[in-house]
């Protein structure tokens, strides 16, 4: 019989301080540290302190600290240069750039820490309508923050979409409009259609203006909740939106995706999801609560529960697979007879 290994703290400690490492990032994102050390091959504290505007004895903590976690380097002259995926994925304006995406992460850190609350009163600790239109503020950096992300996930989304010879595709709760961008740019023939509440989707017509799509993508201010679906619709797409409904509001949702769509039509999914237990993947389940923290209806669904919705909707064909890693969302697509 094999000697039980000793159990040691040392994963509870580092559970424990982990906000740490993501306060430094949101920090260092914030105040402009990777643009201003992107493209250098080193920097000096001095010269950061005179770009940036900053305290010296302050931004040397932060500096140093980012180096210990990885997100920056430092050589033996005390000269500062991003990390390999931080100059890829942290600088704005790169392709690849992701701190419009993770500010929705910093958003929400206050709320994590009212989590006692959560669990006493199954009620969320902020309003959702302080991202949905209340706060022009808090509602720019939401849009943005998910069109960030969409851009980073497009090349992984779009063509496992069934789109190819579709013409009328209906993004419901579409936020920013950015997957239906990108679908219609992919699909020369597709004409998209963002469905969203109204202040999210006067955000969604300016970032579609921008990306010179306004003659293929509109938008249709309104409540997916509430106003019809138009009829006739090739494709229809709940992409990043079902984790904050009900399974009562989900199965309205596919009942009237599956009257609005032609014969042959297919809804698409984009979501976390979990495995029956509700318990893994590790990131979904964690995800689950952030969306309690912050929505009435907040959670992840299994995807034995999105396959028996889609069925009782009246949808076949149905399919649902893991997108490839590093994202941890899930795609299915079904039909209509």
């Known amino acids: 019989m094999s000697e039980q290994q000793p159990v040691t703290p040392g994963r509870i400690m580092d559970m424990a301080s982990a906000f740490f490492e993501s306060a430094t990032l949101f920090s260092a994102s914030d105040l402009g540290v990777f643009k201003a050390l992107s493209g250098c091959d080193g920097t000096s504290l001095e010269a950061l302190v005179e770009k940036l505007k900053l305290d010296p004895h302050g931004l040397r903590l932060l500096l140093d600290a980012c180096v210990a976690i990885g997100l920056l380097e430092k050589d033996e002259a005390g000269l500062y240069r991003n990390a390999p995926d931080t100059d890829a994925f942290l600088v704005p304006g790169k392709r690849g750039d992701l701190s419009q995406a993770i500010r929705y992460n910093r958003d929400v850190y206050d709320a994590w820490g009212h989590l006692n609350e959560l669990a006493k009163t199954g009620k969320p600790v902020e309003r959702p309508e302080l991202h949905l239109g209340d706060d022009p503020a808090r509602t720019r950096d939401f849009v943005l923050a998910m069109h960030g992300r969409a851009l980073a996930m497009g090349p992984m989304v779009v063509p496992s979409l069934d789109l190819a010879g579709r013409q009328r595709l209906l993004d419901a709760g579409g936020g920013p409009g950015t997957f239906a961008v990108l679908a219609a740019q992919a699909n020369p023939g597709l004409h998209g259609t963002v469905l969203d509440l109204p202040e999210v989707a006067a955000i969604a017509s300016e970032l579609i203006d921008q990306q010179g799509m306004a003659d293929r993508v509109d938008t249709l201010p309104g ?115």
């Not at 698409?268 to 009435?296: E, Y």
């Not at 069925?311 to 899930?330: C, K, Q």
Request: proline share 9%.
């Open 223 to 337: 409540d997916y909740h509430s106003t019809p679906f138009p009829d006739g619709m090739d494709a229809i797409n709940f992409l990043g939106v079902l984790h904050q409904e009900s399974p009562d509001s989900i199965r309205d949702l596919f009942k009237r995706a599956y009257a609005a769509l032609k014969p042959g039509g297919v809804v698409h999914v984009l979501d976390m999801m979990t495995d029956a237990s509700h318990t893994q993947p590790r990131f979904s389940a964690m995800f689950a609560v952030n969306m309690a923290l912050t929505t009435d209806n907040g959670w992840v669904f299994s995807d034995q529960e999105l396959e028996s919705w889609l069925r009782e909707a009246g949808f076949d064909r149905i399919e649902i697979n893991p997108l490839p890693p590093p994202t941890p969302h899930w795609l299915a697509r079904a039909y209509r007879g």
